[in-house]
Nanobody, 125 residues
Framework: QVQLVESGGGLVQAGGSLRLSCAVS????????MGWFRQAPGKEREFVAA????????NYLDSVKGRFTISRDNAKNTAYLQMNSLKPEDTALYYC??????????????????WGRGTQVTVSS
């Protein structure tokens, strides 16, 4: 069973930055497209960013474009989400996910096969 473990969340002031990491237990992380999703209290989970297996393609939620950057280091079995210029509306539990269904950076959670437990990001105003 593939395990994903997120880290790097925390409390930050508006305008600040955080870098989330997602460590994957599987040695061949290059087999997976990777994604980040988030869920705020009382809201549905939403797509944030995704990256293809070889990092040649990415997708982003419109509201995070230009502020967030997804990346991956297949040699370290880790995916990242660099979050800059954070806003209070970015407050949520952030999940990483891995997809075996092809290389495309999918934007829908139904395309992902494995999920982490999440890391909390709280942005104060």
């Amino acid at each position: 069973q593939v395990q994903l473990v997120e880290s790097g969340g925390g409390l930050v002031q508006a305008g600040g930055s955080l870098r989330l990491s997602c460590a994957v237990s599987e040695r061949t992380i290059s087999n997976y497209a990777m994604g980040w999703f988030r869920q705020a209290p009382g809201k549905e989970r939403e797509f944030v960013a995704a990256i293809s297996r070889s990092a040649e393609s990415t997708n982003y939620l419109d509201s995070v474009k230009g502020r967030f950057t997804i990346s991956r280091d297949n040699a370290k079995n880790t995916a990242y989400l660099q979050m800059n210029s954070l806003k209070p509306e970015d407050t949520a539990l952030y999940y990483c996910a891995a997809s075996l269904r092809g290389s495309y950076p999918y934007t829908t959670d139904a395309r992902y096969d494995y999920w982490g437990r999440g890391t909390q990001v709280t942005v104060s105003s």
